[in-house]
């Protein structure tokens, strides 16, 4: 194929219920209700991903780091461990880690030797369905290493906020083998509203996700531009952001954030570093696209002057609070407690 003929386009079904599965070994069915599930990465997302999953009857070892949040944990219904040794013994290990360097961790084991990573200590046929935004490369990376240690490894990143996670409406994007996909399946349902599969590279549902979180927060900082303009001519956002989502902008982006923005609504979730490694992830794929995103690097410059002002614990939705300062706005200083 040359390089500049078009790759297959993604699909964007939901995964059949009698799709053709990959052999492996015999594991052929899903996992089994009764079987452990291991959970890395208790944040606010995580935690209420894995609540789920216990409440609907499964066995899940969260894996946290510090002792102080075992019994939150086990309030939820969870198994909490601070050694990660105890899910190697899990058919399926669930990641919602925060970036790059933290996947990598995880797969290919510490610096220091304490833990050698769940490639080469995870039993054949476990898979591990990795939930994480990360990039593209290393999405590909890991699911190498998992194979030739013969496991299974799926990415799934998800769009919502913990909110949506705990209501189990999170929109899931994966891709993998589709026998893996198939076992993983049950899980999923049990996470969110709908999964949509995107092919059997791991990478693409990354990139998915990437090119999802851009159009985003594109829409955010227009949305703080426009709210910026209408208050420095005296008028208040809210009936704006009304006529536009009830008739050119009624996307779910718009309507949400929209509202946040004109009340000026900054509370921590997703926090600005996270969607600056989104962005800086995103640009990296556009440039190895050559296909520029001018409109991401004002995002990008957006976010490196919130984080600047001390804003790095807020919601992405200061975007707006950014514009209007940029605008000469007064703003009373966001309360982050």
């Not at 190697?88 to 995880?106: F, K, N, Q, T, Y």
């Not at 593209?136 to 996670?165: C, I, K, M």
């Not at 300062?325 to 200083?333: C, N, S, T």
Request: glycine letters at 10%; hydrophobic letters at 45%.
């Amino acid at each position: 194929m040359s390089k500049h003929e078009p790759r297959p386009p993604l699909s964007s079904t939901s995964v059949p219920g009698n799709s053709t599965r990959r052999r492996r070994s015999g594991s052929e069915a899903a996992f089994r209700p009764s079987g452990e599930v291991g959970f890395i990465g208790l944040g606010r997302m995580g935690t209420a991903m894995a609540a789920n999953l216990a409440a609907a009857g499964r066995r899940v070892i969260a894996y946290v780091r510090r002792p102080d949040h075992i019994g939150e944990l086990v309030a939820l219904g969870l198994k909490p461990t601070t050694d990660i040794v105890d899910l190697l013994d899990c058919e399926l290990v669930i990641s919602m880690l925060p970036d790059d360097d933290a996947v990598r961790e995880i797969v290919f084991g510490r610096k220091d030797g304490s833990f050698g990573g769940l490639a080469s200590e995870l039993m054949p046929d476990a898979i591990h369905l990795s939930m994480s935004t990360i990039s593209t490369a290393t999405a590909s990376l890991v699911a190498g290493e998992h194979a030739r240690n013969g496991q299974g490894y799926v990415a799934a990143p998800v769009f919502g906020n913990p909110d949506a996670a705990r209501a189990r409406q999170l929109f899931i994007v994966a891709a993998g083998f589709p026998d893996d996909i198939h076992r993983c399946q049950p899980i999923l349902d049990g996470l969110g509203q709908r999964t949509f599969v995107v092919g059997t590279s791991p990478g693409d549902a990354n990139l998915v996700k990437l090119l999802g979180n851009m159009m985003s927060a594109t829409a955010l900082e227009m949305l703080g531009e426009v709210v910026a303009v209408l208050r420095k001519h005296g008028l208040d956002p809210h009936p704006f952001i009304d006529i536009m989502t009830s008739t050119m902008f009624g996307g779910r982006a718009h309507k949400i954030y929209g509202d946040k923005i004109a009340r000026q609504a900054y509370a921590p979730g997703f926090v600005l570093p996270l969607v600056l490694k989104d962005v800086r992830l995103a640009l990296a794929e556009a440039e190895k696209a050559g296909a520029p995103m001018p409109s991401v690097s004002v995002v990008r410059d957006r976010l490196i002057t919130g984080i600047a002002r001390g804003y790095a614990e807020l919601d992405w939705t200061a975007l707006g609070l950014i514009a209007a300062e940029e605008a000469g706005l007064h703003a009373e200083p966001p309360d982050v407690s």
